[in-house]
């Protein structure tokens, strides 16, 4: 049985009551389970109790689950249930925020000490995210599943993948940072990757394994009770919603037809996008006002995202942004603001946009910026102000080849921070940087892992970006590299009115 698949087994549990089967199931997810419900509770006895529980509830529930369920996903969730019921029950409340009043100099490399002042927040930060993003997170630092595998589980692209993470890890690191703990990105995976899951008490399994089917403790069938309430709960508060929405949509209130119409949202406008869309029908492409015109302060609204075939979607977008998502030359990411020149004056307006056709999305989307905007872009080579960044000691150069499994980048809190990347798009960071354009002239041809940290005392402007001079001397000082004021021909983006 170690060969069959989590559902595979769930389900010859449920046919067969297979002791076999559910004690395969218990090996191989009792340390997530219990790691997940020590972080929640704080006390290992408490957290054997919620394992137990957990895996009562998988035993109760086996026959009802889908074939599609992300078993590793749903025992997550179990176990945040089922632990905030046990913290509720106990009068405990989960509240081990603790301020830190010294920004964090941490060694990147010792986890240990990264873990220590993180994990205490980790539950409650994860409880934030959307609940796909968390099964991810779950799958690639939890369980240290590769990048392939956890979109392969998830029924996902890999680069979908790659920018959820990307995103979710964010939102993370900026979660934490309100609470005083001031980390990078890169130290936020590398921790949890080395240190979210312990391993369970010994002889945890076999009382969870013999609990499944005899009698149990009633504290402990409290405990499931609870869980199995709070989640009911949770499924039913989106039935109320749904419900909420059939009620306007047969008449029942007094808001008329023309606004209810006025007022919908089309099934693609999520503030949490789902890329789902740009593989489905209905075909469209469709610019409207955005729904999500109010950010978060802490969680950001608005994001993009793109299919090989040209395909794309935006959230909360600018006319402008728009412009240099179709006009994009690459097939991800868009032409930079910095190589955009826009002479008419545009409504300063945000928008959700969708082009998913299977072919032609792109020239779609141009099309359609143009007839409701009376805006196109043309390519123009001008003379410019531009840095170009070279290799400052090509003998004395010290970074190795990237070994990493994870493709990251992250620019933000006195650091660029970068997995797997190649010198054009660390060029690509440096230019967000600077708001100058700058090209790559290093010659280097390999994925590094790059990491450039500047002193915070000498930020101007916004307030995670370094002046030149600052960023300058970081590069030549840490990487080797330099960047070369210069004035040369390069091609920009010229937005103008249509004639």
Request: with cysteine; aromatic share 6%; proline share 4%.
């Amino acid at each position: 049985m170690p060969d069959a698949n989590d559902m595979d087994l769930v389900r010859e549990f449920a046919r067969h009551n297979s002791g076999a089967a559910f004690t395969e199931l218990v090996r191989r997810h009792i340390n997530l389970v219990y790691s997940v419900a020590l972080r929640c509770t704080g006390n290992a006895g408490d957290a054997q109790d919620v394992t137990q529980a957990v895996f009562i509830i998988l035993a109760r529930k086996a026959a009802g689950l889908r074939e599609r369920t992300l078993l590793t996903g749903w025992l997550y969730e179990t176990t945040r249930f089922a632990a905030a019921r046990l913290l509720r029950t106990n009068a405990r409340r989960h509240a081990r925020e603790q301020e830190a009043y010294m920004q964090s100099t941490l060694n990147e490399a010792d986890h240990s000490a990264v873990w220590e002042k993180l994990s205490p927040h980790l539950e409650a930060a994860m409880s934030r995210l959307a609940e796909r993003d968390r099964a991810l997170l779950v799958l690639r630092f939890y369980e240290n599943k590769s990048g392939p595998e956890a979109a392969a589980l998830l029924g996902i692209r890999e680069d979908t993948a790659h920018k959820r993470v990307t995103r979710a890890i964010e939102k993370l690191r900026k979660f934490f940072a309100q609470r005083g703990v001031t980390l990078t990105a890169t130290a936020i995976a590398g921790a949890v990757s080395a240190n979210s899951v312990q391993a369970a008490p010994a002889g945890l399994a076999v009382t969870v394994t013999a609990a499944k089917g005899t009698a149990i403790g009633s504290s402990t069938l409290t405990l499931v009770k609870g869980a199995l309430k709070l989640m009911a709960w949770s499924k039913a508060q989106t039935a109320i919603v749904v419900g909420v929405g059939i009620l306007l949509a047969v008449g029942t209130t007094t808001v008329t037809v023309e606004k209810i119409h006025k007022n919908q949202t089309e099934e693609w406008q999520l503030k949490e996008m789902d890329s789902k869309f740009l593989l489905m029908p209905p075909y469209k492409t469709a610019i409207l006002p955005t729904k999500f015109a109010e950010r978060d302060p802490l969680w950001g609204t608005g994001g993009m995202t793109w299919m090989p075939g040209g395909q794309i979607y935006g959230i909360n977008k600018s006319i402008e942004e728009m412009l240099r998502a179709a006009y994009a030359k690459k097939e991800f990411g868009l032409i930079s603001q910095y190589r955009t020149i826009s002479s008419p004056a545009m409504s300063t307006n945000r928008y959700d946009f969708l082009s998913n056709l299977p072919t032609g999305s792109r020239e779609a989307l141009k099309h359609e910026i143009k007839r409701k905007f009376g805006v196109v872009g043309r390519f123009e080579t001008i003379e410019t102000n531009i840095l170009i960044l070279k290799n400052k000691h090509p003998n004395l150069f010290q970074l190795k080849p990237s070994t990493s499994k994870m493709r990251y980048s992250n620019v933000g809190n006195g650091i660029i921070s970068m997995m797997d990347a190649d010198a054009n798009e660390l060029a690509e960071q440096l230019e967000n940087c600077v708001k100058i354009p700058v090209i790559n002239q290093t010659g280097l041809t390999n994925n590094f892992d790059f990491e450039i940290k500047w002193n915070n005392g000498q930020l101007i402007g916004a307030p995670d970006y370094p002046n030149l001079d600052t960023l300058k001397q970081a590069l030549a000082d840490q990487i080797s590299l330099e960047l070369v004021p210069t004035n040369m021909p390069i091609e920009m983006l010229v937005v103008e009115k249509v004639k």
